[in-house]
């Protein structure tokens, strides 16, 4: 990339996603971005359905008199543009790649999101955020440099508009979330219903046409959340309706209310704070372990996949083709295979869990314990950079971390809860990771080849080699005990 990602995800707040798209200016990353999205970039004289102009050539962008006109860098259109609908959109972070997306304009939703949306450690930095939240909500929050001006013929954005009709739902404002990563990932609208602070519904789209595998296997978790019930069921959104926009994939839900996890554990909060919350969400793993758990007879279809599919790629690590089958009879439990600090959204004590996607029946038990604490538990001891993040991945589990007591802790729990065989916790552990791996890069090497340039390794896929490398790791792992 030439420029920061996303800020291309603007265009998604247009009446009608655009096919085409000119570009006037210096505009770093926008090429690259409507690449991906699969917007066709055309010269301005061939009618483009938008104009995207640094400010410098404002005017002569609004003269070009395109359906749609978006100014990159600040929320003043020229005098004159002839748009009837004009948003003045806040990315969050300004600067940089956006987390998300305000109109300025909708108040209420524009207050939630510089709320909940964006966080800063640093407490002076924090309490600036919510005097500008409070600004924004009585309309009075300035649009700094590095807004975005749209402009166009009308003021729903187009999957807002096909969401609402979906769920027959009333006139809204809205924020878009934007993700990070890959292009594959998918964005989502929050929905404020009339007079409502708080939002109600979420429609989640991908970037990408045709990208549709994922409402697929998010209406599979549906069905598997609805059978389950309890625990499980208390802490998920509901899948109401799916339904496309200009070829790409989008569905309703119910929207999940408050803070993402990992904004509230870099704020500038008590640490013992922070372990009340990720000690809520480990106590509701260990609920649902509990709930779910099965004979060990169903775990013959997994350890089948995982010999078949995971381990030949392990090989050449020393791992051996018949490890699955060494693990000894343990309990089947659901799974939801993404619990990370960013599928987490808290609030006053209560939390729910999104992008149940991944979910299985009938998994590996501790995979989602240990998924979720070396996420959490890395941000609760300040490991927030890459390179914390992996190597506090290792202090972590060999007992090193300031947390490593926590986690302990939560894995006796669990092997005491479903009468685990001490000797098969680490490879238990050992399977899961090398699970994750083989998941990440797939969805890796689908996110190259829709976006045509290689990507790094995740997270999983180094955490992964890690734990096999690591001498105090992998399937002899015993510093848990």
Not at 195 to 213: A, I, L, M, N, T
Not at 355 to 378: I, K, M, N, S, T
């Amino acid at each position: 990339m030439t420029g920061p990602r996303h800020r291309a995800d603007a265009l998604f707040v247009l009446p009608r996603i655009p096919a085409t798209a000119a570009l006037l200016g210096e505009l770093p990353g926008w090429a690259e971005d409507l690449h991906e999205r699969q917007i066709e970039i055309v010269p301005p004289q061939d009618d483009p359905d938008v104009v995207v102009s640094e400010p410098a050539r404002a005017e002569e962008a609004a003269a070009l008199s395109a359906p749609s006109l978006v100014v990159d860098g600040e929320a003043r259109l020229p005098e004159g543009a002839r748009y009837p609908a004009r948003l003045r959109l806040l990315p969050l972070p300004v600067a940089g790649e956006p987390a998300l997306l305000v109109d300025l304009g909708q108040r209420r939703a524009a207050r939630y999101g510089i709320r909940h949306g964006i966080v800063h450690p640093e407490r002076w930095r924090a309490l600036r955020n919510r005097a500008a939240s409070r600004l924004a909500g009585l309309g009075l929050l300035p649009a700094p440099a590095g807004s975005i001006a749209v402009a166009s013929a009308a003021g729903t954005p187009e999957l807002v508009a096909a969401g609402r009709e979906a769920g027959g739902l009333a006139d809204s404002e809205w924020l878009l979330l934007v993700s990070s990563g890959s292009t594959v990932r998918r964005d989502a609208f929050l929905l404020f219903p009339p007079d409502e602070r708080k939002p109600s519904h979420v429609v989640k789209f991908s970037r990408v046409p045709g990208e549709g595998g994922q409402f697929e296997r998010d209406e599979r978790a549906a069905r598997l959340v609805a059978e389950t019930g309890g625990a499980v069921a208390r802490r998920a959104p509901s899948l109401l309706a799916r339904f496309e926009a200009q070829g790409r994939p989008a569905s309703l839900e119910s929207a999940a209310v408050g803070t993402k996890l990992t904004n509230l554990l870099r704020e500038p909060r008590p640490r013992r704070t922070k372990l009340a919350a990720v000690e809520a969400v480990a106590r509701w793993l260990l609920q649902v372990a509990r709930e779910t758990a099965g004979p060990p007879e169903t775990l013959a279809a997994e350890r089948d996949r995982l010999e078949r599919d995971v381990l030949p790629a392990w090989a050449e690590h020393g791992v051996p083709p018949d490890f699955v089958r060494s693990i000894p009879p343990v309990p089947a439990t659901l799974q939801h295979n993404d619990v990370a600090e960013e599928n987490v959204v808290w609030a006053n004590g209560d939390f729910t869990v999104l992008d149940w996607e991944w979910a299985q029946p009938r998994g590996l038990p501790l995979g989602d314990l240990v998924y979720f604490a070396v996420h959490v538990l890395r941000i609760v001891d300040g490991a927030l950079t890459e390179e914390a993040r992996d190597r506090h991945f290792v202090e972590v589990l060999t007992g090193a971390a300031e947390s490593s007591p926590v986690l302990f802790r939560w894995i006796r729990e669990l092997v005491s809860a479903l009468g685990l065989p001490e000797s098969s916790v680490g490879p238990l552990v050992t399977a899961n990771w090398l699970d994750r791996a083989g998941l990440s890069l797939v969805e890796r090497r689908r996110a190259e080849q829709v976006g045509g340039a290689p990507l790094d390794p995740a997270f999983a896929e180094r955490a992964a080699l890690a734990w096999i490398r690591h001498p105090a790791l992998g399937p002899g792992w015993s510093a848990w005990r």
